[in-house]
């Protein structure tokens, strides 16, 4: 392989993976709409350390209400938050599922 050929793929994966993280971002701040709590609060809660994100930011200008939006089951979210290694967002997620008591979405 051409070393041009090898940066191409590289660059190509990483939009890829921006993309695929974009994507994720945006069914946890629609998810966190359709139920009412606030995306920003929920990722401060989970990373109190980290600056603001920006990504998400933007992500939450594209969500629509929760009357708009399609269902998000509560596993979805969870399963797309572990595949992308955000296991303390997905625990401060399962809290807040926890906290509707046996009534899963």
């Known amino acids: ?6 940066k191409q793929m590289e660059e190509q994966i990483i939009r890829n993976y921006e993309r695929d993280e974009h994507m994720m971002i945006l069914v946890f701040a629609q998810w966190c709409v359709n139920h009412d709590l606030d995306p920003t609060a929920l990722y401060n809660r989970a990373y109190p350390d980290q600056p603001a994100n920006p990504v998400l930011q933007q992500t939450i200008e594209l969500t629509v209400p929760k009357d708009e939006a399609g269902f998000i089951p509560d596993e979805t979210l969870l399963g797309v938050l572990s595949m992308f290694g955000n296991e303390e967002l997905a625990y ?3 809290e807040e599922i926890g906290k509707r008591g046996n009534r899963p979405r």
Do not use: A, L, P, Q
């Not at 392989?1 to 090898?6: F, H, I, L």
């Open 1 to 6: 392989m051409s070393d041009s050929y090898s």
């Open 92 to 94: 401060t997620v399962t």
